[in-house]
């Protein structure tokens, strides 16, 4: 962090314009200091009476937090290898990061409740600033791995932007937590058992099912025909976490079994096997798999399949052409950024393959609640 601090001030000297240079010095200050982590219990009890005064609490500590995360990306963002920093769709992520920052950094002090309700709706457009940050992205390393497609091996320095991209997109699911929580806490009337973002009583069953739906349609869009999904579990058994966060892993999980099974049997007389999720309830995580019959990954395959890089569609969708929908596969972005929801709660997500056969995933969910956020 420190090689890029300078990178970023030596940028900042060269600046034309006496703003461009503040904002650059103050980008490189406010990405040395170190973040502060929060839990999902943390969040559910703080959250538990959102009155006034917690809620100027909560826009408080985020006045203070946000910068630092935005700076901390924005910098990284500015110094990356094969020449990705200068990539049109890199900078135009970088440009949100630092719109981002100096919208947050420039506010004024957050100090009663008109202040509050104003910084709320301030961090709430920051928030649909950066919808389109993943594919953004994506399209960024797509155009990189365009250019090395002659290529046979990923050169070795590419495991640099591998670990950055879990850096950046670990740091973009809590910085969007954070002020999704907090907007979130305003809702005058919340359903039931929600608590802002969180579910006090999420039924994994009720989410396989609603993401079971979705992935179903888009195979279905996709291919004519889909796969049956059976789901096995308690269906009265609920738990703390996120809906969001896992309809979401379970969509992609189940969006990848679909496919395989799918294009396997495409031509086959044979009955297509059905995929299968079991929800299991332990006394330290919730554990989810889904199981297919889909022909599996090679051995040689699997240490790709969290990297960035690696898809197994043949023609990925361009990112710069409108789809209509999501796409059955494509970037190669699902897998590993739904590891990273898992991760950030304290979880796993876990692929074992047989070749010849079909796969299974396990994803775990923490159901203690007690896991800081990992701060990359």
């Known amino acids: 962090m420190a090689a890029v601090t300078g990178e970023w001030r030596r940028a ?39 009155t006034p005064r917690n809620l100027l609490l909560s826009a408080q500590f985020l006045h203070r937090e946000l910068p630092i995360r935005f700076a901390r990306r924005a910098l990284e963002l500015q110094s990356l290898p094969f020449g990705l920093s200068s990539n049109p769709a890199i900078l135009k992520v970088r440009d949100w990061y630092l719109e981002s ?17 104003a910084f709320t709706q301030m961090i709430n457009s920051v928030k649909v600033r950066h919808n389109n940050v993943v594919p953004t992205m994506a399209s960024g390393v797509q155009q990189l791995k365009k250019q090395m497609c002659r290529k046979r091996k990923v050169p070795s320095g590419f495991d640099e932007i591998h670990e950055f991209l879990d850096r950046f997109y670990l740091s973009r699911i809590g910085i969007r937590m954070l002020i999704g929580q907090h907007v979130a806490l305003h809702d005058p009337e919340p359903e039931p058992g929600v ?10 069953i009720q989410v396989a099912q609603a993401a079971s739906e979705d992935a179903r349609a888009i195979c279905l869009r996709e291919y004519g025909s889909a796969p049956d999904i059976n789901i096995y579990g308690d269906p009265n058994f609920t738990f703390p976490y996120v809906t969001q966060h896992l309809h979401l892993m379970l ?69 710069d052409v409108p789809n209509e929908g999501a796409p059955m596969a494509g970037y190669g972005f699902g897998l590993p950024i739904s590891r990273l929801y898992a991760r950030y709660f304290g979880g796993d997500l876990q692929v074992i393959s047989m070749e010849g056969y079909g796969t299974d995933a396990y994803l775990h969910l923490s159901r203690l609640g007690d896991s800081e956020e990992p701060l990359p």
Do not use: C, H
Not at 103 to 115: H, K, L, T
Not at 196 to 203: A, D, E, M, Q, V
């Open 12 to 50: 900042a000297m060269m600046a034309s314009e006496p703003m461009a240079r503040a904002v650059a010095e103050e980008v490189a200050r406010w990405g040395s200091m170190k973040q502060t982590g929060v839990s999902l219990r943390y969040m559910m009890e703080f959250g538990l009476r959102p």
């Open 101 to 117: 920052f100096r919208d947050i950094r420039y506010f004024p002090e957050v100090r009663n409740r008109d202040d509050e309700l």
């Open 195 to 204: 608590i802002g973002l969180i579910n006090t009583r999420l039924s994994p």
């Open 251 to 319: 969509f992609e999980l189940v969006k990848n079994s679909l496919r395989a099974v799918q294009e396997r049997y495409m031509n086959s007389d044979k009955d297509i096997p059905p995929v299968r999720i079991i929800v299991a309830d332990g006394e330290e995580d919730v554990t989810i798999k889904v199981s297919d019959e889909g022909g599996g990954i090679p051995r040689s395959g699997l240490p790709k399949i969290f990297t960035y890089l690696y898809s197994t569609a043949e023609y990925p969708p361009e990112l």
